[in-house]
């Protein structure tokens, strides 16, 4: 008995599943049975954990991978096509956030402050009341690089006039000067007797203190000897900053000095020589106006325009200017 029973139950076949006929006529359809085993997908397997113990990120991750996958490979690859292209757009809309920040060429182009048409920036010491003879002496004189003899002469009567007159005082009576000493040729001024300086009178009185015009025909007579010397005064003047122009290039007036280092040797020099009235304020100024410094602030549009000029001028050769240099050295020296 026990034998008969396994034999029906080892001689299953092993074939597929016998086709039925349908109440419909024609129509084939498979057992029951096989169809659930063809049909029902393969579950995958995962690890069971207790509700309490499981984290929230297997929940997410878990949520997330059912909702995406589908059940053939077609939909699976559409899936992943689908989310690296979310991807690549959350990428490119990131650009466009960026692009925002740099402005358009208009707004660039309106944010630009455009140059004003208004009135030229000058130094701080010519305001909109300055008289009209100071402005034009900054603009066209003052810092302007100078190489004539005479015209030096000039601005070193004004700088030691600064002491009783203003500049302002002093280009108003500038034909005057010129007049009475005879356009400041340092060869007519050297003969100048007493009587003639006190004839220089405008009003009523002196057109400088009698200490300043004994001064200024002492100083055109060794202006006479440092031309012997050096060839002209304009060498001599020039051969303290190696013929080129000092730039400071202040930002504010108030940062100009009234006197410098250089000024002071130039000074103890002339002095020495037996010039008088030549302190280093007197010789300071006197460089500023003959254009051995720029002393113009850097904002004024005259800091520029007198450095090109300068640039422009006709300078003495090198080994000439090297032994002036020496020479003066030598006697700076030997004192």
Known sequence: M????????????????RAILGPAGNRVRVSEEPKKKIDA????????????????????????????????????????????????????????????VA???????????????????????????????????????WGV????????????VFSQALAELSWPAI???RDIFRKLFDNFDPSS????????????????SLLLSEPKLHAI???????LKVQQEFGSFSRYCWCFVNNKPVRNGFRYARQVPVKTPKAELISKDLMRRGFRCVGPTVVYSFM????????HIVACFRYHECTANAKNDMKPKIEEIEVLTKDLEKTCFSC
Request: aromatic share 4%; with cysteine.
């Open 103 to 141: 402005p358009d060429c208009d707004d660039v182009a309106a944010e630009i402050p455009q140059k004003k048409s208004g009135p030229l920036k000058r130094c701080d010491w010519i305001t909109p009341n300055s008289d009209p003879l100071y402005t034009s002496f900054h603009d066209e004189e």
């Open 41 to 100: 997908p393969k579950k995958p397997h995962r690890p069971k954990f207790p509700v309490s113990e499981v984290p929230q990120s297997v929940v997410r991750n878990n949520i997330s991978v059912d909702s995406s996958c589908s059940s053939d490979s077609s939909s699976s690859a559409s899936s992943l096509k689908l989310q690296s292209s979310r991807k690549t757009v959350k990428r490119n809309v990131v650009k466009p956030v960026k692009a925002k």
């Open 217 to 223: 025909v002492e100083n055109a007579k060794q202006i």
């Open 145 to 156: 690089p100078v190489h004539d003899d005479k015209k030096l002469f000039e601005l070193l």
């Open 288 to 295: 500023q106006v003959a254009g051995i410094v720029n002393d």
């Open 189 to 204: 001024v050297a003969q100048f007797t007493e009587k003639k300086l006190q004839s220089f009178k405008v009003n009523g």
């Open 171 to 173: 280009l108003s009576k």
């Open 2 to 17: 026990s034998v008969a029973t396994k034999l029906p139950s080892s001689a299953k076949p092993a074939t597929e599943p």
